[in-house]
């Protein structure tokens, strides 16, 4: 069993940056393909990022060029840097982890807004 813990979310005015954290109970975490998602009300839920465990990095279209992921081994972590934030992009973000099985964070909620 894998916790994931986020936390980084929070209000934010349109144009500004945050960063959300994700961090993991494994040992293993080196091993996981780590992803980014997002679930606004009345949608389903959407892949943000991803980073795999060699580190190759995806993106949604609708993110490219203004968030990045990053990972760091050492701490268990992943990270999302988010700038240029717009009304569309507020959701509860997930993280997860992915490898044998997908274990999913209990997520933070992002709302940009003026």
């Known amino acids: 069993q894998v916790q994931l813990v986020e936390s980084g979310g929070g209000l934010v005015q349109p144009g500004g940056s945050l960063r959300l954290s994700c961090v993991a109970s494994t040992n293993a975490f080196r091993l996981y393909g780590m992803g980014w998602y997002r679930q606004a009300p009345g949608n389903q839920r959407e892949l943000v990022a991803h980073?795999?465990?060699?580190?190759?990095?995806n993106y949604a279209d609708s993110v490219k060029g203004r968030f990045t992921i990053a990972r760091d081994n050492a701490k268990k972590t992943v990270y999302l840097q988010m700038n240029s934030l717009n009304p569309n992009d507020t959701a509860v973000y997930y993280c997860?982890?992915?490898?044998?099985?997908?274990?999913w964070g209990q997520g933070t909620q992002v709302t940009v807004s003026s």
């Open positions: 997860s982890a992915q490898w044998v099985r997908a274990y």
């Open positions: 980073v795999t465990s060699g580190g190759i990095t």
